[in-house]
């Protein structure tokens, strides 16, 4: 699994994101009221299948956690990632 070189937070945006091989791919997320609703992953089709949404997840929830914010997952990606990392379970809004 090759890791992305860097995953910038923008919270302008409500977005994290890393460019790998000059493709953008992101974890995007709303700010409301100590809760973090994670809206939508996006890896593109040619850099698929490294771990890369993964780490943008990782990422996000990490940040949630560092400042206290609980986390709702709307994107199936992220709802399937925090079934699978228990570890994650305390941070469900």
């Not at 302008?12 to 009221?33: H, I, K, M």
């Not at 809206?39 to 940040?63: D, F, Y």
């Not at 992220?78 to 228990?86: G, I, S």
Request: hydrophobic share 40%.
């Amino acid at each position: 699994m090759t890791k992305p070189t860097a995953i910038e937070h923008l919270p302008e945006r409500g977005r994290f994101q890393t460019v790998v091989d000059g493709r953008t791919c992101v974890c995007d997320y709303r700010l409301a009221g100590g809760v973090m609703e994670i809206v939508h992953t996006g890896v593109p089709g040619a850099v698929e299948g490294r771990g890369i949404a993964g780490e943008l997840v990782a990422a996000a929830l990490a940040h949630a956690r560092a400042n206290g914010w609980k986390v709702r997952p709307v994107c199936s990606y992220v709802q399937a990632y925090m079934r699978r990392h228990a570890e994650t379970q305390d941070l469900l809004a």
